[in-house]
């Protein structure tokens, strides 16, 4: 992908859906401009570039073949390595490879390393509540927007926007926009933190599974991380919790109640082209079905009206011959995530470097 | 826009109706390729650039509130000089502007001057007849055409294609193509006419509202001014009337019926992208509901034949690589036209020279 | 069109179905980039590029007027060599002349010379099977690809990939890509025959008409001709005929049954945009009508399935920097084929260079 924003090369990005991998058919998706074809050999995930080396045709119209996979256009057959072992039609296969990419599937999600392959480390998978998660009632979604991959994560740095793009939706009121944020620097990523103190109504109102109980403090903090992972916690305290752990991260086991998770994952597949996933329910201890319920269909609407906003965004940038913004007090995270990203390969490409 | 033609841009265009603008929520619309946001201020039409200067979302998904507009992404808030006057979260705000354009709501059309700020003169607007209008009665439409606006100008300069685009339609029959029309200069356009003598069958057709009354004299003009307005009047008068008036423009308290006006807009949206606006209909004296809705009809029909025709024309247009054209005789008001545009922007910068 | 791989342009390109031709409107079609105005002037077909000099409108929107095409925007009128005969509104018609085309119609399909017009030679008409043909029940086709006619050219060169894209359509078994074909050069082109012997089950099953019989010898052959016409016969002949015959082309007056032949076409249109026709069916003396339907069903079936895996390789060629291929044993014909086309523009335009 050209443009002046450069993605993290050196990252794992989520592909797709654990449970949309099916036997015998591979998936195809899109990461960074790269096409990918992505199969089971047997219980293995292997991650092709979706062009047989013979006349590139897409190997996601291909048919996996126990361990191999056959391109369905004329017949060649790779291995597990990309290694072309057979050519119908001739004794010897040609010298023909097919680009790979190493791929971990975990927490219910297929994770792909675009980057320097020797530098892939399975260790460096960002932990996030997956659809299995014994823990909690999670629901999921995904959505496509027509705008980069950027100016989504830059919406997920600056909530500000709650308070406008979902005024009607999670209702979380002028607090998200009037007083800052408590912002920590992480190894590959920011954290977030945000007491709310003596409210009566929380964001997310009815989807938030509380009886009426008087004011109390709500706490939400989340995880942003490269590439563009989002993990969410959120809970509500007793009146006085925030002043008690001097406003800063609760002892979780605290909350009376109003505790949910989501993970988000923001997947650039092409120029202006990206795709959105994401996980959202309460706890099994405190939960029930109708609640993972309407906590997915509010963020689905949540997430259909941060689209409209972003793909116009999109479009204004896109004519506007000058892009420069005004930054605002919201808007540190972003500039501060943005070095991150762009310090990231020369970083992961030495790792001297990074001490 | 690029391209080898330029469009005026001293010079008022319409960006739509009034009767669109609505209280709280503002307009969009797009002029010589730049996106505006046009809303009201109270009873103040205020015209915007389209996008915020805080991270480049559109503006004409914000929200009024009185005399000021609010960015709904991250709540930035103008003055109707499009100042900066506030942004949540922070105690002052940054110096930030909107770019404003000089706007007038006339006649039932929203007017932008798209040039030199201070050489926007209400009094250049021209004169059309509007929905409202006391004397007519009056119907509307709109419609967008993917081609320039060139195109469309060009296409009212040369009403000999009636005789062919519109030989099933308007039927104005050969005179329309055989015999020249009079051409004369205005100070912003040019001035149409055309007296067909002893006609017995009327352009338009039953549209006309008139009794069968033997051969008549029926008189057409209109005038085509900068950027892009047409006001056309037409009527029918008694055999012999054209000779009387020397074949020029005839008292119009002489018609005796077929009496009509129509007035239409050509807005260059973007480079291949233009919005055509248009009212006609009888006089209120000798006109009726019915007729007035067979007008727009008949209208609509017609402009729905030029749209294929110059769409196509368009991708004719697009495609080669010599656009060079062999002009006729009915083409010299598209020259004088043409070059009264490309001289305009000089002499409204410099009024001297109009002299 | 631009791109790396340059078409014949002196060839005969199949604009259409001579059947789609009808009196007083013309066929606009698109070849080799070019647009087209075909039309007839009484009995003759007479091939216009499709753009008016007056102002650029298509010509194929106009109207034939005996032998003389009119542009329907303002009125144009052109004789059938492409001059211009009369302008309305003025006495003599400006030297204005339309590009003009050799175009002749012939076995059911209109064919245009899109080189120099003086080498247009009607003796190169490649000889195919037209829907009317008096010893063949043919019935008839056509499709759109978004994909560039080179890539169908090497699809139809290298039917290997009948055993993988047509597994389930054509049913043509391993032996299609586990055996090479016997190729021939030809003065325009290659043909291309395979015997497959003792078969018990033919290519394309229940469309052969053939009552069960033990096993037989199957015999296919198609000439592949510049500029990208297919013209196939097969049919089925006693066990032992192919060893009978050396495994060349046999008697086909010995043929026991299965006998169908077809012709296609492969028109490139513009850049990434190609019209594909073909007509197939049995020989009068051995089919039936609903044997023929069989056979177009089962060609507009294999044809869809070719669409989706040309259409997919096009955009991993579009999006690829680099496109280099790995040829196999049965790309040979393909590299053929291309040096042939790459070598008749210099041939053509220098007939001595030919001997």
Same mark, same amino acid.
């Given at each position: 992908?050209?443009?002046?924003?450069?993605?993290a090369?050196?990252?794992?990005? %989520? =592909?797709?859906?654990?449970?949309?991998?099916?036997?015998?058919?591979?998936?195809?998706?899109?990461?960074?401009?790269? &096409? $990918? +074809?992505?199969?089971? !050999?047997?219980?293995?995930?292997?991650?092709?570039?979706?062009?047989?080396?013979? *006349? $590139?045709?897409?190997?996601?119209?291909?048919?996996? /073949?126990?361990?191999?996979? *056959?391109?369905?256009?004329?017949?060649?057959?790779?291995?597990?390595?990309?290694?072309?072992?057979?050519?119908? @039609?001739?004794?010897?296969?040609?010298? =023909?490879?097919?680009?790979?990419?190493?791929?971990?599937?975990?927490?219910?999600?297929?994770?792909?390393?675009?980057?320097?392959? !020797?530098?892939?480390?399975? =260790?460096?998978?960002p932990?996030?509540?997956?659809?299995?998660?014994?823990?909690?009632? $999670?629901?999921?979604?995904? $959505?496509?927007? +027509?705008?980069?991959?950027?100016?989504?994560n830059?919406?997920l740095l600056?909530?500000?926007? %709650?308070?406008? %793009?979902?005024?009607?939706?999670?209702?979380?009121?002028?607090?998200?926009? /009037?007083?800052l944020p408590k912002w920590e620097k992480l190894p590959r990523g920011l954290r977030y933190s #945000?007491?709310?103190?003596? %409210?009566?109504?929380?964001?997310?109102? /009815?989807?938030?599974?509380? =009886?009426?109980?008087?004011?109390? &403090?709500?706490?939400?903090t989340y995880d942003f991380l490269i590439?563009?992972i989002l993990v969410?916690?959120?809970?509500?305290?007793?009146? @006085?919790? +925030?002043?008690?752990?001097?406003?800063r991260a609760?002892?979780?086991? #605290?909350?009376?109640?109003?505790?949910?998770?989501?993970?988000?994952?923001?997947?650039?597949?092409?120029?202006?082209?990206?795709?959105?996933?994401?996980?959202?329910?309460?706890?099994? !201890?405190?939960?029930?079905?109708?609640? *993972?319920?309407?906590?997915?269909?509010? !963020?689905?609407?949540?997430?259909?009206?941060?689209?409209?906003?972003?793909?116009?965004?999109?479009?204004?940038?896109?004519?506007?011959?000058?892009? *420069?913004?005004?930054?605002?007090?919201?808007d540190k995270p972003i500039t501060l995530f943005n070095a991150m990203v762009q310090r990231l390969?020369?970083i992961?490409?030495?790792? /001297?470097?990074a001490r």
């Amino acid at each position: 992908m050209s443009g002046t924003y450069s993605y993290a090369r050196n990252a794992w990005y %989520v =592909a797709g859906w654990v449970s949309d991998l099916t036997v015998g058919k591979p998936m195809a998706m899109s990461i960074l401009g790269i &096409d $990918l +074809a992505i199969w089971l !050999a047997d219980d293995d995930v292997v991650a092709f570039e979706d062009r047989c080396p013979h *006349r $590139l045709a897409p190997l996601s119209l291909g048919r996996c /073949e126990g361990r191999s996979l *056959r391109c369905m256009y004329h017949g060649m057959l790779f291995d597990t390595d990309g290694v072309c072992v057979e050519v119908p @039609g001739q004794e010897q296969p040609p010298r =023909a490879k097919v680009r790979t990419f190493p791929v971990v599937a975990r927490s219910g999600w297929v994770w792909v390393w675009m980057g320097e392959p !020797a530098l892939a480390d399975a =260790a460096l998978v960002p932990e996030v509540f997956g659809p299995d998660d014994p823990d909690w009632m $999670l629901g999921s979604g995904q $959505l496509d927007y +027509a705008a980069e991959a950027r100016l989504i994560n830059e919406n997920l740095l600056d909530l500000s926007h %709650v308070s406008f %793009v979902h005024q009607s939706s999670i209702k979380g009121g002028p607090a998200f926009s /009037e007083a800052l944020p408590k912002w920590e620097k992480l190894p590959r990523g920011l954290r977030y933190s #945000r007491w709310m103190t003596n %409210v009566t109504q929380v964001s997310g109102g /009815e989807t938030r599974n509380l =009886a009426d109980a008087g004011p109390v &403090d709500e706490f939400l903090t989340y995880d942003f991380l490269i590439p563009g992972i989002l993990v969410m916690y959120t809970g509500v305290f007793p009146q @006085g919790t +925030a002043l008690e752990f001097g406003h800063r991260a609760p002892d979780r086991s #605290r909350a009376i109640g109003g505790v949910s998770v989501s993970s988000q994952a923001v997947t650039p597949m092409r120029e202006r082209s990206t795709r959105y996933f994401f996980s959202a329910g309460p706890s099994r !201890a405190q939960g029930a079905e109708a609640i *993972r319920q309407l906590q997915v269909e509010l !963020a689905q609407k949540a997430f259909a009206e941060d689209k409209v906003m972003i793909e116009a965004q999109q479009r204004v940038i896109d004519r506007a011959g000058d892009t *420069r913004v005004i930054p605002t007090a919201h808007d540190k995270p972003i500039t501060l995530f943005n070095a991150m990203v762009q310090r990231l390969d020369g970083i992961a490409s030495n790792p /001297e470097a990074a001490r």
